[in-house]
């Protein structure tokens, strides 16, 4: 199937418990309700039509509840079920269950897009028994398919939904909720993130669905946090190293919740990861430099001056050869879209959170001296390194 060539159906089942549809439909998970995160999936999959099928005359509700919402796809209301499969006649079929809660790789398989397209999952269907499918499903809810024949091709498809994304009673909304959640992390988390820094992101993520914060405002928390913790850095007192490790690790936490909130929201975009990278920098660059002047400050030692310039420097250098690597892997990683080996190996490098722990763990045995030395040599060499890299593909490519 072409995407744009593609119209999608939703026919509205019959809610349980004789529940409005627009109670039910548009009860929110994660922040946005139900239906409306089908119809934001659909358009993320390069769907650009779609119907919405009910038999019941609630159009102009429906209308006017869509309305609060900036829509690319192309959206009809239908109630008429001969004039739906006119409009479709000339288009390939994608019906969906509206009982499930559909994900975009789930799309893009019935589309026969996906890397890995799964056959059992997307159903072919007879376009001349598109009427009577249609009615079953927004009459009672469930569907009863046989398969074609292997050497019968048909244009119209059901997906049914997989059976953890079956949304049929009122409890599977937190169901949904908290799949979601767990699994809103990006494929290039290191291990840390994975078993420490998202356990504690998505704690916070539950809190800030709940209020009107957008990311962008999100990573501006984790920004003034992280500028608080380098403040505590540069007085360069035992306790006040660990008060500013801590501040630190709560920044980094609450840099995972923005993106988290992003992509439950479909509320990612350029200008929000450019802002992340952006406000992730300049906390490191000021906690590096703080620990360096406080250790000054504090041993009267003017080494550990240089080691906190030597860290900003070699940190700033890998940042400007690959800000703009790290955002495109970023988005990547969001939708588990592979990168060449290498560009991700490097990029990852830099965006790596894991020395917040290590810098934790230092403040607390009181030796946060021997963090910036390892930060400032390291980052330097790793600085050394990419701009040798970029020169060798430069000369390559040219």
């Known amino acids: 199937m072409d995407p744009k060539n593609t119209c999608a159906i939703l026919p509205l089942s019959p809610p349980p418990l004789n529940l409005p549809k627009v109670d039910w439909y548009f009860k929110k998970i994660c ?18 039509s779609l119907i919405i099928y009910s038999n019941n005359n609630d159009v102009e509700l429906w209308k006017q509840t869509f309305e609060k919402y900036k829509l690319n796809i192309k959206l009809i209301f239908e109630t008429d079920i001969m004039a739906l499969i006119e409009a479709t006649k000339e288009f390939s079929v994608l019906v969906l269950n509206s009982g499930a809660l559909h994900t975009r790789q789930e799309i893009e398989s019935g589309m026969g897009l996906a890397d890995n397209n799964d056959n059992l999952l997307a159903q072919s269907l007879e376009r001349g028994a598109m009427k009577k499918t249609l009615n ?6 469930n569907l009863s398919l046989a398969k074609l024949p292997s050497v019968q091709k048909s244009n119209v498809k059901y997906l049914p939904g997989h059976q953890n994304g079956l949304v049929s009673q009122p409890k599977d909304f937190l169901v949904q909720h908290e799949n979601l959640l767990n699994n809103c992390g990006l494929n290039n988390d290191s291990f840390m993130d994975k078993t420490i820094t998202r356990f504690f992101s998505r704690q916070l993520t539950r809190f800030f669905l709940k209020t009107p914060l957008s990311p962008n405002m999100i990573t501006i928390l984790s920004l003034f946090i992280g500028l608080i913790s380098a403040v505590f850095f540069f007085q360069g007192t035992y306790e006040k190293s660990i008060i500013g490790a801590g501040l630190l690790l709560l920044s980094a936490w609450v840099d995972c919740t923005d993106g988290e909130v992003a992509r439950l929201k479909f ?67 969001g939708m588990n879209t592979p990168s060449p080996k290498i560009e991700k190996t490097l990029t990852n490098n830099l965006a790596n959170r894991d020395f917040i722990y290590f810098l934790f763990l230092m403040a607390i045995i009181g030796r946060v001296d021997i963090f910036i030395c390892i930060t400032a040599i390291g980052s330097n060499i790793f600085a050394t390194y990419l701009t040798y890299f970029k020169i060798k593909s430069a000369l390559f490519s040219t």
């Open 136 to 141: 079953q499903l927004i009459f009672e809810g």
């Open 267 to 333: 509320l990612e975009s350029k200008i929000g990861g450019k802002l992340d990278i952006l406000c992730d920098n300049l906390v490191h660059f000021s906690v590096f430099f703080s620990i360096g002047i406080g250790l000054y400050h504090s041993t009267e030692n003017s080494i550990f001056k240089y080691f906190g310039i030597l860290a900003v420097f070699g940190s700033l250098i890998c940042f400007l050869l690959l800000r703009a690597s790290i955002i495109d892997e970023q988005m990547k990683a």
């Open 31 to 48: 922040g946005i309700p139900f239906l409306l995160r089908n119809v934001l999936t659909l358009q993320r999959a390069g769907v650009n």
